[in-house]
């Protein structure tokens, strides 16, 4: 099987939710940042376009966006939705097809937009309509002023019958689900407040050094007009820490800051054979050498990274002492927590550059960002092996291991 290596990549800084991008949509924001990435490496031919989208109009958005940035019509492009992990998976893939001999070069990455996140409703056949509702007719034309919400039964449950966040678990539908997760993984494992407002503070701190310092630059590019990362909050502390409310109506530990926020963004890698570096003369930055992805507890989803990790070092034949980098999507400050627990020899190497309680989290495209932070970290620390990884909705973890 052929070896699969990544030639470089980019991202978007990262927008907050209505802010600098309010007014773009998915596919416009990650084609602005395709075009710079081809720009930039003047790809001879590109095989395939594989990308994460977890919230955008549905359809094939990828293509979409590849359309939208002028790139070839012969080129074919597919979507994956894995949620938090789906451009990790999206980059496992384009790699499996790599090293079929299904392709020399691949793009893959993904792209998001909050704010421009379509409202969903159920279709008045859905059995869920009328099982959540006490109108007969099961049309939620019918109920009350024609606002699905504005049902009685539906507002007393909790459940109702537009969304934006899609279902992931057996049951009612519930958009909370993902902090409930949390909240229940935070009680599970005995996670103090303390201990998650140590990665808080740290987590700020390394992304406003990162950002000072310019370690960043050459994987990120200003499109739209935001040439900074909106969420680094390098003023906060521990008593604003304090202050903060439980987001969830009964719960004790979630809060705005332990909890990323949701945001815009877009990061692609290029993926390559070795064939076609050695067609190309070119010399490649990093080797995808493995990947694993794991399904787990689906009420506990930020757990997933522990077996996930594990895992890719188990099928890796490697031991943690052999990884000089670790990324991870910080979804909660519970996933930082968990991880330094079971490594605490390296927690100086653990998201080196500050994690998505700073950044935010862009759902479809945070894997590619981490991904490029951690070749970043590789490069700064030195580091022969990396390790990347994410937990995602519905209880899958994903990671990779780098070489370079």
Same mark, same amino acid.
């Given at each position: ?25 998915? /596919?416009? !924001? ?5 075009? /710079?990435? &081809?720009?930039?490496? $003047? ?18 958005? &990828?293509?979409?966006?590849?359309? /939208? %940035? ?22 496992? &893939? ?7 001999? !299904?392709?020399? *070069? ?11 996140? #379509? ?7 859905? #059995? ?12 939620? %034309? ?19 019958? &537009? ?16 902090? $409930? ?5 935070? +009680? ?27 370690? *960043?630059?050459?994987?990120?590019? #200003?499109?739209?007009? *935001? ?11 521990q008593r604003l820490l304090d202050r903060l409310p439980c987001v969830l109506k009964n @719960?004790?530990?979630?809060? %705005? ?17 070795? $064939? ?15 990947? +694993? ?15 996930? =990790?594990? @895992? !890719? ?23 930082? =927590? ?28 945070? @894997?590619?960002?981490?991904? !490029? ?28 291991? *780098?070489?370079?």
């Open positions: 099987m052929d070896k699969v290596f990544i030639l470089g990549g980019l991202r978007s800084y990262i927008g907050v939710r209505n802010s600098a991008y309010r007014h773009v949509p998915a /596919e416009h !924001l990650g084609a602005a940042v395709l075009k /710079e990435l &081809t720009a930039r490496y $003047q790809p001879p031919k590109i095989d395939m376009m594989i990308c994460g989208n977890c919230v955008g109009g549905g359809g094939n958005i &990828t293509r979409l966006m590849a359309l /939208e %940035a002028g790139l070839s019509e012969s080129i074919p492009s597919f979507t994956v939705d894995l949620q938090c992990a789906s451009s990790l998976e999206a980059v496992i &893939t384009a790699a499996a097809r790599i090293q079929s001999g !299904l392709a020399d *070069l691949v793009i893959a990455g993904g792209f998001e937009s909050s704010s421009t996140q #379509p409202l969903r409703s159920y279709n008045p056949n859905h #059995p869920y309509v009328s099982s959540h509702t006490d109108n007969p007719s099961g049309n939620p %034309a019918d109920i009350h002023d024609g606002s699905p919400a504005d049902n009685s039964d539906v507002r007393r449950t909790g459940l109702s019958l &537009t969304y934006s966040t899609a279902k992931f678990i057996p049951g009612p539908h519930r958009e909370d689900v993902m902090l $409930q997760g949390a909240e229940k993984t935070i +009680c599970h494992y005995h996670i103090s407040p303390g201990e998650m407002d140590a990665w808080v503070l740290e987590s700020h701190r390394r992304a406003y050094r990162a950002a000072r310092e310019g370690l *960043l630059d050459g994987i990120t590019v #200003p499109v739209f007009g *935001l040439g900074h990362d909106e969420g680094i909050r390098p003023r906060l502390n @719960g004790r530990y979630l809060n %705005a800051a332990n909890a990323c926020t949701m945001n815009d963004g877009a990061a692609f890698l290029l993926l390559c054979s070795e $064939q076609y570096l050695k067609k190309h003369k070119l010399s490649p930055r990093f080797r995808l050498a493995n990947a +694993c992805t794991v399904g787990a507890d689906p009420l506990m989803s930020p757990a997933s990274v522990l077996p996930a =990790v594990s @895992g !890719l070092l188990e099928r890796s034949g490697l031991s943690m002492d052999d990884i000089g980098a670790i990324e991870c999507n910080e979804a909660f400050a519970a996933i930082d =927590v968990l991880i330094s627990r079971a490594y605490p020899d390296k927690a100086s190497r653990y998201n080196q550059l500050g994690g998505a309680l700073a950044y935010g989290h862009p759902y479809g495209a945070s @894997g590619a960002i981490i991904l !490029l932070h951690l070749m970043r970290s590789m490069e700064l620390s030195e580091s022969s092996r990396g390790i990347c990884c994410a937990a995602a909705a519905g209880g899958i973890g994903s990671a990779i291991l *780098l070489e370079q």
